[in-house]
């Protein structure tokens, strides 16, 4: 008799949730299975029990539904059986299709696999049952169970290894669950239950099953134990997926929050920073590091860093600094020239450091920028301030004693001059030897002008005056090729300068025109007016910048080759000449450079290759409204006497020849001369009662300078003038301001006029004992 079995709709509804429930609970696993690679069997045996244990509960739920007006019971072989085949079928599958590089193919069999064993599990659990009957099966409808089962567990199999969300994974597990689920009903619908005939036989094979088998109660003990265990594993996965998602948002959150500050702090640190990829492009820069060379990031970022180099510092980064780089994994203060957005030329210093990996392969350069250009500018006018102080100092050590040679070259040229008979010859031999030593008295003062050395007499000039005054002269100097033209103004002021310096700077700048047009051409001598206001919102002048002010400003243009930008920003360093070998001292320039600011002013040059160069000397305005006039008359008379009858001069030098060479010009100029080697034995002269009208000493003496020896007589005879003869013009800061002065080399007019000004300051020289101190 064939038997129709109905269900329990409840216990239907719960199979299907088990089902979802353990479907949802193995994807879970599963997926954690591939994010934890140290805990992977783990997981992967956790959701093949899960899965596979959800499966066999699901089942036998399914088979408590069902009433077939029967007592049945299942054997407790086959019951274990079909568990531990759900379990190892789900498992086996799962690690085929967990292998790496595993593809469509390999999860469609492993899928395959684990269908055939579902289904395995059902059936085996099917003939676990023990009832006064028999089970008939349609093949169609085992057909369909099968391929429900194998479609099922490959979109199981395809799921559990995809990163999917909570909502993904929800569906996911409804879609599984009732496909197994489907399978199980579908595969009950093709079973057909029929009763035994015999009543005797029936209650036989009733008592057999009971007495031999899990009987119903028995079989919901088990199952309800197995769906709470999947239930535990589900609020158990579902607690650690909360845990582990709150550390992660935790981690993640950190992750974020430092690399975010990381990022800031690269970004605007105050250091110009950057760092490489292994292939030397920029990989990331710092505020400071655009701002510096001018650029966008967009512009930099993913660029090789030798696109900002010059070519010979990226020829040195790529040939020497990057090998020496991947060699030692740093690199310290490597000097390159980059170029910025706008042109300018930077001198950095760049060190770096390389990041590797666990292979030690290079992964990342971070590296560092140290603008030096300022600095490097800096030392540069230090070593050239430097220069200038060695030469300066060099030329005022040379300047004493070959001023003293030239002096007494000079002094003894001009008396031989004077008492030579008439012989023209003589004279001429005289007059080229006196030529001779004041050249060598003019190159002397170039270098103390150009050390800003130089004793000079500032004046009020009248600058055109001047310049016409000597336009003869310079004309001889320069030649007939070379036409000259003046452009002055009128109603220009007066210039506050040393009358004969800026005759010989003048000069020199002509004769620099010059050779600056072997071809002939023109200068052009020009003068204007030029205020220079104060910088806004700046208290002190730098060096260097005019101080603000009127001043009176003196031109001088060639025609001729010009200067490119490298040879014009040298044009005023000494020794320094683009004429050939003994065709220049390379001074002139330094000279002029040095009167205009030993006189309060700057000279300022301009050149264009090929249109010609304009020196333009600034000098401050005189307050004056008539200059003092510069020529006088010579005067072949001596030295007027006093009120003692001849002037009596006490003349002091440590040289025997200068001395005496000073000794005979007095002595020529009517004088009374009285001789002394040191200030000590000038000073015994005066203390053992010789009287003198005036003393004329020189500076650098040993034992005792001149300034020291002006002091004492200025305090033991305070109204004996002295007049200090020096070849060098820096005295110490002590000297007495105001006290005469005399320059050597000095003529024999010179030297009459020094002695005329100080003999004139008192009314009486006569310098009695009693003053004695």
């Not at 265990?229 to 959150?253: H, M, N, P, Q, S």
């Not at 023209?424 to 050395?453: E, H, I, P, S, Y």
């Not at 300022?604 to 401050?620: C, D, E, M």
């Not at 033991?716 to 005469?740: F, I, M, N, Q, S």
């Amino acid at each position: 008799m064939s038997i129709i079995g109905s269900h329990n709709s409840a216990l239907v509804a719960l199979s299907i949730l088990i089902a979802v429930a353990a479907s949802y609970t193995a994807l879970d696993l599963a997926g954690r299975m591939t994010r934890t690679r140290s805990a992977g069997l783990v997981w992967l045996g956790a959701a093949a029990v899960v899965l596979g244990g959800g499966i066999w509960a699901m089942h036998f739920i399914a088979m408590l539904a069902l009433n077939v007006g029967m007592e049945i019971s299942y054997g407790a072989e086959l019951t274990l059986a079909s568990l531990l085949l759900a379990v190892f079928a789900t498992a086996l599958a799962l690690f085929g299709a967990s292998r790496p590089g595993v593809g469509f193919e390999g999860i469609l069999l492993s899928g395959i696999f684990m269908g055939l064993g579902i289904v395995g599990m059902h059936y085996t659990g099917m003939a676990a049952m023990r009832m006064p009957g028999s089970m008939s099966y349609d093949m169609i409808h085992v057909g369909m169970a099968i391929v429900l089962a194998i479609a099922a567990s490959t979109v199981a199999i395809w799921l559990a290894f995809r990163h999917h969300s909570v909502l993904q994974r929800a569906i996911a597990a409804l879609a599984l669950g009732f496909g197994i689920a489907g399978m199980h009903y579908v595969a009950m619908m093709g079973v057909t239950f029929a009763g035994h005939a015999d009543a005797h036989d029936a209650a036989a094979t009733a008592r057999a099953a009971v007495s031999g088998g899990i009987g119903a109660a028995s079989l919901v003990a088990v199952v309800t134990a197995a769906t709470f265990a999947i239930f535990i594993a589900l609020l158990l996965a579902a607690a650690y997926d909360r845990r582990v998602a709150l550390l992660a948002d935790r981690e993640a959150g950190a992750w974020r929050e430092s690399e975010e500050r990381y990022r800031n702090l690269y970004r605007h640190t105050p250091l110009p920073l950057h760092s490489l990829g292994p292939d030397g492009r920029i990989a990331q820069v710092s505020d400071r590091w655009l701002s510096l060379l001018g650029y966008p990031r967009e512009e930099v970022v993913g660029r090789p860093l030798t696109d900002f180099m010059t070519e010979d510092s990226a020829r040195r980064r790529t040939e020497e600094h990057w090998p020496r780089l991947l060699e030692t994994g740093q690199l310290r203060e490597a000097e390159y020239k980059l170029v910025a957005k706008d042109g300018r030329l930077l001198d950095c210093v760049l060190s770096a450091v390389a990041e590797r990996d666990a292979d030690g392969n290079l992964t990342n350069t971070l590296c560092g920028l140290v603008d030096v250009t300022e600095r490097r500018a800096t030392e540069d006018a230090l070593r050239q301030a430097q220069k200038l102080e060695a030469v300066g100092q060099l030329t005022g050590g040379i300047a004493h004693d070959f001023n003293n040679l030239l002096a007494v070259v000079l002094g003894n040229l001009e008396l031989a001059a004077k008492r030579t008979p008439d012989d023209a010859r003589l004279r001429t031999l005289l007059g080229n030897a006196m030529q001779a030593a004041q050249r060598g008295a003019a190159l002397t003062q170039r270098m103390l002008a150009f050390a800003r050395r130089q004793d000079l007499k500032p004046e009020a000039v009248d600058v055109p005056e001047l310049v016409l005054g000597m336009a003869e002269m310079m004309r001889r100097s320069i030649g007939p090729a070379v036409r000259i033209e003046t452009r002055f103004p009128l109603g220009l002021p007066l210039a506050r300068v040393d009358a004969n310096q800026l005759e010989l700077a003048l000069l020199n700048l002509a004769v620099n025109a010059r050779d600056a047009m072997p071809d002939g051409g023109v200068i052009t001598i020009a003068a204007r007016e030029e205020t220079v206001a104060a910088p806004v919102g700046e208290d002190v002048v730098e060096p260097g910048r005019l101080k603000p002010g009127h001043y009176f400003c003196l031109s001088i243009a060639d025609t001729g080759s010009g200067m490119d930008a490298e040879t014009l920003a040298r044009a005023a360093e000494p020794f320094f000449t683009t004429k050939g070998v003994g065709k220049g001292t390379g001074l002139g320039l330094a000279m002029v450079h040095g009167l205009a600011a030993q006189s309060d002013g700057r000279l300022v040059l301009s050149s264009t290759p090929g249109k010609g160069t304009t020196a333009t000397i600034y000098l401050p305005v005189a307050d004056v409204a008539r200059p003092a006039s510069t020529a006088e008359v010579e005067d072949e008379s001596g030295v007027p006497d006093g009120d003692e009858g001849a002037q009596r001069v006490l003349v002091v030098d440590d040289d025997p020849l200068v001395l005496s060479a000073t000794g005979a010009m007095l002595e020529d100029l009517g004088c009374v001369v009285t001789e002394a080697i040191s200030a000590r034995e000038a000073l015994e002269l005066l203390d053992s009662g010789q009287v003198f009208d005036v003393v004329l000493t020189d500076q650098a003496m040993p034992g005792m300078t001149g300034v020291q020896m002006a002091a004492v007589i200025e305090q033991r005879w305070p109204e004996l003038p002295v007049v200090l003869g020096t070849g060098y013009a820096e005295l110490p800061a002590d000297a007495k301001a105001g006290l005469p002065r005399l320059g050597k080399p000095f003529s024999r007019e010179a030297l009459k006029r020094a002695i005329v000004a100080a003999t004139r300051k008192v009314p009486s020289n006569v310098v009695p004992m009693s003053r004695r101190g």
